[in-house]
Nanobody, 118 residues
Framework: QAQLVESGGGLVQPGGSLRLSCAAS????????VDWYRQAPGLKLELVAR????????NYADSVKGRFTISRDNAENTAYLQMNSLKSEDTAVYYC???????????WGQGTQVTVSS
């Protein structure tokens, strides 16, 4: 069945870096848009970054612009979120979502915790 599995989260000091991965299986990943969301305790889900199916179009929330980079490798069925210059306010559970622009299908991963603390 279709699934997304995130990995790469953990504890990092302020100013540090992490790279999250989102591995897809069970569907035609290369035709889906991929979003990274995050949710901090007590706050609503926030769309952080988006990469279009070909990988050539990307969008970012203002809060992460210039620090985070979203990418994908369709040959490996994997999307990535490179996070640099991390701040305490980046602490959250990060989720990837893949969705089709031509149908109602979408899939979510289980989430990975990112904690930025000294």
């Amino acid at each position: 069945q279709a699934q997304l599995v995130e990995s790469g989260g953990g504890l990092v000091q302020p100013g540090g870096s992490l790279r999250l991965s989102c591995a897809a299986s069970g569907f035609t990943f290369s035709t889906y848009v991929v979003d990274w969301y995050r949710q901090a305790p007590g706050l609503k889900l926030e769309l952080v970054a988006r990469v279009h199916s070909t990988g050539r179009g990307t969008n970012y929330a203002d809060s992460v612009k210039g620090r985070f980079t979203i990418s994908r490798d369709n040959a490996e069925n994997t999307a990535y979120l490179q996070m640099n210059s991390l701040k305490s306010e980046d602490t959250a559970v990060y989720y990837c979502k893949a969705w089709a622009t031509t149908s109602r299908y979408s899939y979510w991963g289980q989430g990975t915790q990112v904690t930025v603390s000294s």
